[in-house]
């Protein structure tokens, strides 16, 4: 069978290409291909990293918004912008497959010129997407989450995407690196050896459950399972956990810090066990198959469940779930206490007791 020429669109964010990967691996299981990937800054690294992309396309966004509106710089974005329609015109497309489902995801899939333009039907797009599509695939009527969304539109070009098994590569030089942090530790670590990030990202900060109580969650965990407790950690979060840190009574660990997702990703590869709240380590960490403690507030916890085995901690308040990232109360997390997330712990170390 001659191998397709297929040109993948999910532009951001992190999460979301991450959540994208499964469904393109499954289909470069199923069908021979050539697999192009269009995508912004922050995912290029990551994605350039995994055997099943053949290419990364960068689609800068963030130097074209600047661009925009410097008049300086506005006629080499625009023909930046055209040099890249060229570009994709001329890698001459059997398939664009539309993961995202906004405006200029549509866009580029039209611009690609490929024969096969799939995308997901009106509903279950946004921005006019869905006009660009000539395959629209539409969604089951019950919440799904998001890899379940993004192996749903495979069946636009006639794949059977039931197997989820799946695979994160991880670069022979990222485990030496994660080797030599794991070679200062005490030896033999006690186990079970359990990750926490307490973090997300700055613009979710909504997310977040209350450091004192990962705090008293991770003595709790070193007392009674006699657990490794290892914090990891992104930008602009290590103070935050060096402070949680240090109000504890239990001796933990600081992961070294990660400049890369599959850096983070062999960290997690090690653990017996990952704790955290809806973001994307956690999902990094559910696609390494470590078992996950996600602590949902606000996010709608079906949506975005991770994709292997997991324990989802949650409280119905009554405003959730919601994406009020300026909200103060935060009472979906309040509510949760940490005799309810060591209960999901150890219903995953102990699950006979």
């Known amino acids: 069978m001659k191998e397709k020429r297929i040109l993948v669109i999910r532009l951001s964010a992190i999460g979301d290409v991450i959540r994208t990967l499964p469904a393109v691996q499954a289909l470069k299981k199923q069908l021979p ?7 912004e800054e922050p995912s290029k690294t990551f994605l350039e990293s995994q ?10 966004r963030k130097r074209w918004t600047e661009g925009i509106r410097s008049i300086r710089r506005l006629k080499r ?5 055209v040099e890249l329609i060229f570009y994709l015109r001329g890698k001459n497309f059997d398939i664009a497959l539309d993961f995202h489902g906004i405006l200029k995801s549509g866009l580029l899939s039209l611009f690609s010129g490929a024969f096969q333009r799939v995308g997901f039907a009106r509903r279950w797009s946004k921005e006019g997407n869905f006009l660009f ?10 919440r799904i989450s998001r890899y379940q969304r993004n192996f749903a539109l495979l069946k636009g070009i006639g794949l059977d995407a039931t197997d989820h098994s799946f695979q994160l590569h991880i670069p022979h030089e990222d485990r030496l690196y994660v080797d030599s942090f794991f070679s200062q530790l005490p030896n033999p670590l006690r186990k079970p050896l359990i990750a926490i990030h307490p973090g997300s990202s700055p613009k979710t900060i909504y997310k977040r459950w209350m450091p004192d109580r990962y705090g008293m969650l991770a003595d709790q965990l070193t007392r009674e399972f006699r657990a490794t407790v290892l914090f990891t950690w992104g930008p602009e979060e290590l103070e935050e956990v060096k402070a949680i840190q240090s109000k504890m009574r239990e001796l933990s660990f600081l ?4 400049h890369s997702l599959t ?6 590869r090690r653990c017996n066990l990952y704790i955290g709240g809806d973001t994307g380590p956690t999902h990094i960490a559910s696609l390494v198959n470590v ?5 949902f507030g606000p996010t709608d916890p079906v949506e975005n469940e991770p ?12 405003c959730n779930p919601c994406r009020n990232r300026s909200c103060k109360k935060i009472t979906c997390l309040k509510a949760i206490e940490v005799e309810e997330v060591f209960k999901a712990v150890k219903d995953i170390l102990n699950p006979t007791i």
């Open 51 to 60: 055997p099943e992309i053949d290419e990364v396309i960068l689609f800068p």
């Open 307 to 318: 994709l292997g085995f997991h324990k989802k901690v949650r409280k119905e308040v009554g």
């Open 33 to 39: 291909s050539i697999i192009s990937w269009v995508v």
């Open 291 to 295: 078992p996950v403690v996600v602590i």
């Open 255 to 258: 992961a070294p810090r990660t």
């Open 133 to 142: 599509s000539n395959i629209k695939v539409n969604l089951p009527e019950e």
């Open 77 to 81: 974005s625009i023909l930046e912008m």
């Open 263 to 268: 850096q983070l990703a062999e960290i997690y």
